[in-house]
């Protein structure tokens, strides 16, 4: 099947139901995206898919087909993903940096869609977990993307 993904085309041959976290990671050597749970709990996974995050642990590949598929590879291409990184360099807000991977994803889903968040709406989309417990910095980080501030 062919994968549309960070803008290119790949040629891959897995099964219908494969996750489309293997075929990133052990397919295309596209590592950046993590696996944490297996669960769609944890949100390492997170991939945007059309612009919406899913969790690549369970998402089939074959779900993606023909649909456009962005990594944390080529973040920085789109410019709120861009400003997004920065803000998280900024507020320093990487520990580990394991989930945070995902969690620049979720950032930029929601900022590509609401440009300027409300308090609630940062609350509802930020939900991956961090074992660092860095949650104050990904708030502080995303209320000053919110806000409009350059980071």
Same mark, same amino acid.
């Given at each position: 099947?062919?994968?549309?993904?960070?803008?290119? $085309?790949? @040629?891959?041959? %897995? @099964?219908?139901?494969?996750? =489309?976290?293997?075929?990133?990671?052990?397919?295309? *050597?596209?590592? *950046?995206?993590?696996? *944490?749970?297996?669960? +769609? @709990?944890?949100?390492?996974?997170?991939?945007?898919?059309?612009?919406?995050?899913?969790? %690549?642990?369970?998402?089939?590949?074959?779900?993606?087909?023909?649909?456009?598929?962005?990594?944390?590879?080529?973040?920085?291409?789109?410019?709120? *993903?861009?400003?997004?990184?920065? $803000?998280?360099?900024?507020?320093?807000?990487?520990?580990?940096?394991?989930?945070?991977?995902?969690?620049?994803?979720? $950032?930029?889903? =929601? =900022?590509?869609?609401?440009?300027?968040?409300?308090?609630?709406?940062?609350?509802? %989309?930020?939900?991956?977990?961090?074992?660092?417990?860095?949650?104050? %910095?990904?708030?502080?980080?995303?209320?000053?993307? $919110? @806000?409009?501030?350059? +980071?």
């Amino acid at each position: 099947m062919e994968l549309r993904i960070n803008g290119a $085309a790949y @040629q891959v041959e %897995a @099964q219908a139901d494969t996750p =489309l976290l293997w075929v990133l990671r052990d397919d295309l *050597g596209l590592t *950046g995206t993590k696996y *944490g749970c297996g669960l +769609a @709990q944890c949100g390492a996974c997170s991939v945007l898919v059309d612009g919406v995050v899913v969790r %690549a642990c369970v998402t089939p590949v074959a779900g993606v087909e023909g649909r456009e598929v962005s990594t944390i590879e080529a973040i920085e291409d789109d410019p709120v *993903g861009k400003k997004v990184v920065a $803000a998280w360099v900024e507020h320093q807000v990487a520990q580990c940096g394991y989930c945070q991977s995902g969690q620049v994803m979720a $950032a930029t889903a =929601l =900022l590509k869609h609401t440009p300027n968040p409300s308090n609630e709406q940062i609350d509802a %989309a930020m939900v991956n977990l961090c074992r660092c417990g860095t949650y104050n %910095a990904i708030h502080a980080a995303m209320h000053a993307l $919110a @806000q409009g501030e350059k +980071a």
